[in-house]
């Protein structure tokens, strides 16, 4: 069982920075998936950023390409998501989220091949 804790969200003004943290319980060298998803108000989750962990291979939704990144620290086991000149509509619920196997080792998996998942991190983007 993995536990994933988030930290770092907040509010900021459009065009600030925020860096969300996401924190593993216990190893995860079964683990092939990090992520993070984020739900708006009214809206369906949707994946931001993907990292996976066997390829080293990471992915960005089209509407933070050139904005947000995402890294994992394996000495500190967790996994950064960086977001940068923030908009209004980045204002949402952030949740961290691992899984051990999913269909694609690319892209951005469907919020059901989760396994586990963060309890959620506010960040609210003022105009």
């Known amino acids: 069982q993995v536990q994933l804790v988030e930290s770092g969200g907040g509010s900021v003004e459009a065009g600030g920075s925020l860096t969300l943290t996401c924190a593993a319980s216990?190893?995860?060298?079964?683990?092939?998936?990090l992520a993070w998803y984020r739900q708006a108000p009214g809206k369906e989750r949707e994946g931001v950023a993907t990292?996976?962990?066997?390829?080293?291979?990471?992915y960005l939704a089209d509407s933070v390409k050139g904005r947000f990144t995402i890294s994992r620290d394996n000495a500190k086991n967790t996994v950064i998501l960086q977001m940068n000149s923030l908009k209004p509509e980045d204002t949402a619920v952030y949740y961290c989220?691992?899984?051990?196997?999913?269909?694609?080792?690319?892209?951005?998996?469907?919020?059901?091949?989760?396994?586990?998942w963060g309890q959620g991190t506010q960040v609210t983007v003022s105009s």
């Open positions: 216990a190893p995860t060298v079964t683990i092939n998936l």
């Open positions: 990292y996976f962990t066997i390829q080293k291979y990471s």
């Open positions: 989220a691992a899984a051990h196997k999913t269909t694609y080792s690319a892209g951005i998996p469907a919020a059901r091949e989760i396994n586990y």
